[in-house]
């Protein structure tokens, strides 16, 4: 699909990965909403909305869904950045992980992503199609390696990731008779203000252990990603590692 002129709905994008979504599309040409519960000072570019919501909540992510077809029009891309990472053992020192905390990340990392999605996809399927093969929109979901191989306390981080995936494949099935394609970008470790939530000295032995390049991942790195998926219309269904080739440890 070609992004330009297109509207893309980014989750998360006041930060890290979403961020750097926003900057790739707007330069691209695309129109594009930020949907985020932190929003910064509205910027001066037309090409930009930034509309405060919380993912996890159902009426107010419909309103905005309403609001960003209003004023961008044809909602054609949906890219669910928006997450956090707790960290909290399943036993830890103060005893059994309280399960209002498994619970929230559930929500939003999970929850959060399959309410935007379902709402981006209902506006998606209103639309005519754009091109010969019926095309109509692509989502876009972020999971992470931790889906795979999670280390010491991130039970409910690698559920929530995990889900993400694990749904990846059957809502491109739901979708996919109506020209909507649907793939998730499983990152390694980046560079962002998530990381930098991780203690220094967890972070080298992470960065150690990507194959190669040995460093962080730049966010610039998940945009270009995101962009080819947009881009590539045979790319369907998919859950795609960006991580150097790392595989973690347990810690
Ligand atoms: C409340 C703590 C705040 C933690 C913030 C976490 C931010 C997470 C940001 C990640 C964002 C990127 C996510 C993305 O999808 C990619 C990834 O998943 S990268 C992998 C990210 N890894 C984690 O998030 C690990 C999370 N786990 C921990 O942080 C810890 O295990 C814990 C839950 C805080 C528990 O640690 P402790 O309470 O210290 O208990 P332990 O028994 O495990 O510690 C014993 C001993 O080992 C040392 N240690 C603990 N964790 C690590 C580690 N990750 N790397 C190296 N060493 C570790 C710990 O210091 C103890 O040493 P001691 O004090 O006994 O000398
Ligand atoms: N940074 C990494 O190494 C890494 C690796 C793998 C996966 N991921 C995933 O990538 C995504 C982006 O991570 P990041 O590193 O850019 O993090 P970040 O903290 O820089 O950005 C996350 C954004 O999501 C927003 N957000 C959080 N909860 C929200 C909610 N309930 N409603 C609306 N917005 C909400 C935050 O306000 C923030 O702007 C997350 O889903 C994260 O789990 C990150």
Redesign the pocket.
Known sequence: MNITDKVVVI?????????ACVDWFVRHGAKVAV????IPDPTADPQIVYLE????QADSVAAVMDKIAEQLGEIRVCIN?????PAGKTVGRDGALALDKFRQVID??LI?SFNVLRLAAEKMLALEPLDADGARGVIIN?????AFEGQIGQAAYAAS?GGVAAMTLPIARDLGPRGVRVNTI?????E????AGLNEEFVKPLEQAVQFPKR??R?EEFAKLAAHIVDNDYLNGEVIRLDGGIRMGPR
């Open positions: 989750t998360g994008g006041a930060s890290g990965l979403g961020g949907l985020d519960r932190r919501a919380d993912v996890t950045c928006a997450g956090i990472a939003v990392n959060g972020t999971a992470s390696v931790a990731k499983a990152p390694g470790v980046f962002t203000p998530m990381m962080l991942g966010a």
